[in-house]
């Protein structure tokens, strides 16, 4: 089973421009992160696709794997489509360019559910995380999702799942942390799909899987990803780094 991990990179940012290319003791934000996925042992091959030359150079001239992909992509899971719909895989693996801080542990969880689904029953799998405090769960920038009993997703949204109507049978909230494991054909059948209604409904492209009845495996986590979205996400970084390597 070949597993290939790609980094969509942008290069705009609504938040903090150029975030990707900001200095991270020593490298680039991106460096750093393709480095990291790279250190894991658990690809057969790393590459970044982004639409920025900047981006893509320094990349090559460090060593890495690049491709240059179309500005106009609505999705990440369009960029990567992209990218990897001539490379030889079954398993693609997302890795968020804005997170250096790449956890290992997840992401083998992420491939061994594959792994043990000889059938090919499921076409994702994503990671959630527990959250308890009461403007997460309202925030609707916060994607939360519901699961069956064993574990597949059954809804995602910007609304709070599962709503609460008895207050004596609380169930817990998860929010839906972006980072995917795909079968590639399950990508690659997204990418010339065109956006369905619930999807555009609540601007999750992950739903566009499941109204086409794919199945996602939601795996659960305790890690909380440190993304780079704004300076002070990058200066917490600097910190956390120094504090890993020093």
Not at 136 to 150: E, F, G, H, R, Y
């Amino acid at each position: 089973m070949k597993k290939i991990a790609v980094i969509p990179a942008r290069f705009e940012a609504s938040r903090f421009p150029g975030k990707l290319m900001k200095d991270l003791c020593g490298k680039s934000v991106i460096l750093r992160t393709y480095e990291a996925a790279l250190n894991t042992g658990l690809f057969d091959q790393v590459l970044v696709a982004t639409d920025s030359k900047v981006i893509y150079d320094e990349i090559i001239n460090n060593g890495g794997e690049a491709v240059m992909s179309r500005r106009d992509h609505q999705t990440g899971s369009d960029r990567i489509a992209e990218a990897v719909e001539n490379y030889k895989a079954d398993i693609v693996i997302n890795v968020q360019g804005d997170e250096p801080f790449t956890n290992q542990a997840d992401l083998k969880k992420l491939i061994e559910v594959f792994e043990n689904d000889p059938k090919k029953e499921i076409s994702l799998a994503s990671l959630m995380h527990e959250i308890q405090d009461q403007q997460d769960i309202q925030n609707p920038n916060n994607v939360k999702v519901i699961t069956d009993l064993s574990g597949h997703a059954l809804y995602f949204s910007r609304s709070v799942i599962p709503f609460p109507r008895d207050e004596n049978l609380l169930q817990p909230v998860f929010k839906h942390i972006g980072i995917y494991a795909f079968r590639k054909e399950a990508l690659l059948d997204f990418y010339n799909q065109s956006p369905t209604p619930l999807e555009l409904s609540e601007k999750i492209e992950c739903i566009r899987y499941l109204e086409h009845g794919k199945k996602i495996k939601m795996i659960a986590t305790d890690h909380l990803s440190i993304g780079i979205d704004t300076a002070e996400d990058l200066e917490k970084a600097v910190v956390q780094w120094n504090q890993l390597h020093n």
